[in-house]
């Protein structure tokens, strides 16, 4: 049986515990090779918004419905971004400070318009918010105190802002789905251009996972600095 669409039931509900803007929030690229990890936020008025027919959890969706929903989803949010955060940066400082350094960019993306006062976080764990004891260390030894580069400090220290995890919200919530849309095409279009530079990987296909041909070109061309080398490529 095909699964139902995602709703804004959830939304509905934050609406009326008195949150006007709630935001969905959605990782791409946890489980690649290569390339970036990507955090997808749309705020929305958890209140008024509408029903978007069509979108669903962006890994049930061909790509060229992906696409084509792009616009809709940004004309449908009070305000969207997609915050990226590199392999170079994954390698340094790990794979859950980098998913909340993406994250934290695509925040301070939209912070010049809105910033939401609730976020629901598709999974089970909660890598955007920073944690009560952030220290911890890159991997050439220096110590890292959880203060984000320059260029993320957009995001106004001590905004309030409730973070949850909801298994699966990319599948029941409305705004998460469309979240994880707007990462899955534009981290795809990211490596597709990544593939004119390096074509012998086969990131335009792969999107830098881990298939078979991807790991032989690793093992006949050696890692790029796209790579992550901190990870287990061969």
């Known amino acids: 049986m095909a699964a139902l669409p995602p709703t804004l039931d959830w939304e509905r509900e934050l609406a009326a515990q008195g949150y006007t803007l709630v935001a969905g929030c959605d990782e791409v690229g946890r489980g690649a090779l290569a390339g970036p990890v990507s955090v997808g936020l749309v705020v929305i008025d958890a209140a008024t918004a509408a029903a978007l027919p069509g979108v669903k959890d962006s890994k049930l969706l061909r790509e060229p419905v992906r696409q084509a929903l792009v616009p809709a989803i940004r004309d449908w949010a009070r305000a969207y971004a997609v915050g990226h955060a590199s392999a170079a940066e994954i390698d340094a400082g790990g794979l859950v400070a980098a998913l909340r350094l993406a994250g934290t960019r695509a925040l301070a993306s939209v912070a010049g318009?809105?910033?939401?006062?609730?976020?629901?976080?598709?999974?089970?764990?909660?890598?955007?918010?920073?944690?009560?004891?952030?220290?911890?260390?890159?991997?050439?030894?220096?110590?890292?105190?959880?203060?984000?580069?320059?260029?993320?400090?957009a995001v106004p220290s001590g905004a309030p802002m409730t973070v949850r995890t909801r298994i699966k919200a990319d599948m029941t919530c409305l705004s998460v789905a469309a979240?994880?849309?707007?990462?899955?095409?534009?981290?795809?279009?990211?490596?597709?251009?990544?593939?004119?530079?390096?074509?012998?990987?086969?990131?335009?296909?792969?999107?830098g996972y881990g298939t078979a041909a991807h790991r032989a070109a690793i093992a006949g061309h050696g890692p790029t600095y796209h790579h992550r080398k901190t990870w287990r490529l061969l």
């Open 179 to 207: 979240a994880s849309v707007l990462a899955k095409v534009e981290r795809d279009s990211m490596m597709v251009e990544l593939a004119r530079e390096f074509p012998e990987f086969g990131w335009d296909g792969n999107k």
């Open 113 to 153: 318009e809105l910033l939401p006062g609730y976020v629901i976080l598709d999974g089970n764990q909660d890598w955007l918010s920073v944690p009560v004891q952030p220290e911890l260390e890159f991997g050439d030894g220096q110590a890292f105190d959880g203060v984000l580069p320059a260029p993320v400090q």
